[in-house]
């Protein structure tokens, strides 16, 4: 039961801060496969970020399990392939699906009943696709510095690092398109 | 050009103590798509209750109300207090990107984002995500 209510309390906290970000609309998503918009991107890098450092220092001190995903890639790759298909036509990701409902984006319902569907079909096809597509590929649970060989804080250093470079140019990128455009650069953000 | 919603690297930052403090105080990484599994599984067992007992995946992702379901349902709740609280709520049926480019039928919308929706999901169970 407590499991449950801080499920709902993580769910509605993240929810928030999602519709504030402005990420889970259409024509977010969308901007952002067209390379058009990237508020996604710099949402979901910033999340990743934060969480990465937090998560770490809690493993470190002994507070948090980490929880692994095997990495078989013909199950990440295929299924990341088709996924991405998915995404594009419809706009939303399983998650964001119910935040655009949240904000009244209604579509998101069809979206929804597809997504259960594709679920079921999964269910189906599962027998068949965990001796052969799920097979392919199998490193069982691995991480990065684990395959590099170097420790955890190197690889969030370098990644951190990629990170700040990657908003520096979007962030220099927008301001000259607007100068271009003959618009004030809104207020600068700078790193 | 007057900036809509919170600055995203803040507003996204902000969604990573989210994600810290879920990890920290529930032990639960975030996630949305298992979910999706699982409500199929409660509908299935409505219609065929043996068949999704013995069904492999269904025995791995027990079809029930856990963790993730709730967090799933929070991001609506969530995110519908942020919209009607900032004024930001709209009722829309087509995305305005989608109706510039396809026109404003529903039912053609609809299609395409049911289809959309069952590739994704497959796709997203398939790389575990």
């Given at each position: 039961?407590?499991?449950?209510?801080?499920?709902?309390?993580?769910?509605?906290?993240?929810?928030?801060?999602?519709?504030?970000?402005?990420?889970?609309?259409?024509?977010?998503?969308?901007?952002?496969?067209?390379?058009?918009?990237?508020?996604?991107?710099?949402?979901?890098?910033?999340?990743?970020?934060?969480?990465?450092?937090?998560?770490?220092?809690?493993?470190?001190?002994?507070?948090?399990?980490?929880?692994?995903?095997?990495?078989?890639?013909?199950?990440?790759?295929?299924?990341?392939?088709?996924?991405?298909?998915?995404?594009?036509?419809?706009?939303?990701?399983?998650?964001?699906?119910?935040?655009?409902?949240?904000?009244?984006?209604?579509?998101?319902?069809?979206?929804?009943?597809?997504?259960?569907?594709?679920?079921?079909?999964?269910?189906?096809?599962?027998?068949?696709?965990?001796?052969?597509?799920?097979?392919?590929?199998?490193?069982?649970?691995?991480?990065?510095?684990?395959?590099?060989?170097?420790?955890?804080?190197?690889?969030?250093?370098a990644?951190l690092a990629g990170t700040i470079a990657l908003f520096r140019f979007l962030?220099?990128?927008?301001?000259?398109?607007?100068?271009?455009?003959?618009?004030?650069?809104?207020?600068?953000?700078?790193f | 050009?007057?900036?809509?919603?919170?600055?995203?690297?803040?507003?996204?930052?902000?969604?990573?103590?989210?994600?810290?403090?879920?990890?920290?105080?529930?032990?639960?990484?975030?996630?949305?798509?298992?979910?999706?599994?699982?409500?199929?599984?409660?509908?299935?067992?409505?219609?065929?209750?043996?068949?999704?007992?013995?069904?492999?995946?269904?025995?791995?992702?027990?079809?029930?109300?856990?963790?993730?379901?709730?967090?799933?349902?929070?991001?609506?709740?969530?995110?519908?207090?942020?919209?009607?609280?900032?004024?930001?709520?709209?009722?829309?049926?087509?995305?305005?990107?989608?109706?510039?480019?396809?026109?404003?039928?529903?039912?053609?919308?609809?299609?395409?984002?049911?289809?959309?929706?069952?590739?994704?999901?497959?796709?997203?169970?398939?790389?575990?995500?």
């Amino acid at each position: 039961m407590t499991e449950l209510v801080y499920g709902l309390i993580t769910g509605i906290l993240f929810g928030f801060f999602l519709q504030k970000g402005r990420v889970l609309r259409y024509d977010k998503q969308i901007g952002a496969l067209l390379f058009k918009d990237f508020t996604i991107i710099k949402f979901m890098l910033s999340h990743i970020a934060v969480a990465m450092v937090g998560v770490y220092l809690l493993y470190d001190l002994g507070l948090v399990k980490l929880s692994l995903k095997p990495t078989i890639l013909g199950g990440v790759v295929l299924g990341g392939l088709i996924f991405g298909i998915g995404w594009g036509l419809l706009g939303y990701c399983p998650g964001t699906s119910l935040g655009a409902l949240g904000e009244g984006r209604w579509d998101a319902v069809w979206g929804i009943l597809g997504m259960l569907l594709g679920a079921a079909l999964y269910a189906e096809a599962f027998p068949w696709l965990k001796t052969t597509v799920l097979t392919w590929g199998n490193y069982g649970k691995i991480t990065l510095p684990q395959v590099l060989g170097v420790n955890h804080w190197i690889v969030i250093a370098a990644f951190l690092a990629g990170t700040i470079a990657l908003f520096r140019f979007l962030e220099s990128r927008e301001r000259s398109k607007k100068a271009a455009n003959g618009l004030n650069p809104d207020k600068k953000i700078t790193f | 050009m007057r900036q809509d919603g919170w600055n995203p690297y803040v507003a996204g930052a902000l969604s990573g103590l989210v994600s810290i403090f879920s990890v920290w105080a529930a032990g639960k990484f975030l996630g949305a798509s298992t979910t999706f599994v699982r409500t199929s599984g409660m509908l299935e067992k409505w219609f065929a209750p043996e068949k999704v007992a013995k069904m492999e995946y269904f025995i791995r992702e027990v079809p029930k109300i856990d963790w993730q379901w709730m967090f799933v349902v929070g991001i609506l709740i969530g995110s519908l207090i942020a919209a009607v609280s900032s004024g930001s709520f709209k009722w829309q049926s087509v995305p305005d990107l989608w109706r510039q480019r396809f026109g404003p039928s529903v039912s053609r919308r609809a299609a395409i984002a049911f289809v959309g929706g069952t590739i994704a999901m497959f796709g997203a169970r398939l790389a575990d995500g």
